[in-house]
C-alpha cells in the first residue's frame, strides 16, 4: 500500500483534523487554499443555519467538516 495515497496514515490524520476543524486536514496535507477554502465555507454555513435557526447547533458546519473530512481522506498528490 502507498504511503502518499487514499488510506494512507496521512489522509486519516488529516481526515481526522477536518472533522474537528473544516481545511485543518488540508492545511496538514499542505493544501493552503483547499485549507482556507473548506474553512470559509464552514463559516458560512454556520452563518447561515444560525441565521435561520437563530440557535448555536452548528449543523452547517457540521455538514460541511464531513464533506471536508471526506475530501481530505481521498486526496492523491
Do not use: E, H, K
Not at 483534523?17 to 477554502?37: E, N, T
Request: glycine share 12%.
Amino acid at each position: 500500500m502507498s504511503s502518499t495515497g487514499q488510506g494512507s496514515t496521512g489522509n486519516v490524520i488529516a481526515a481526522i483534523c477536518s472533522l474537528f476543524i473544516p481545511g485543518l486536514g488540508q492545511l496538514v496535507q499542505g493544501r493552503l487554499v483547499s485549507a482556507l477554502g473548506w474553512f470559509l465555507l464552514a463559516c458560512i454555513g454556520f452563518a447561515i443555519t444560525w441565521l435561520l435557526t437563530l440557535s448555536l447547533l452548528p449543523f452547517g458546519w457540521f455538514i460541511v467538516s464531513v464533506f471536508s473530512c471526506l475530501n481530505a481522506a481521498v486526496y492523491r498528490r
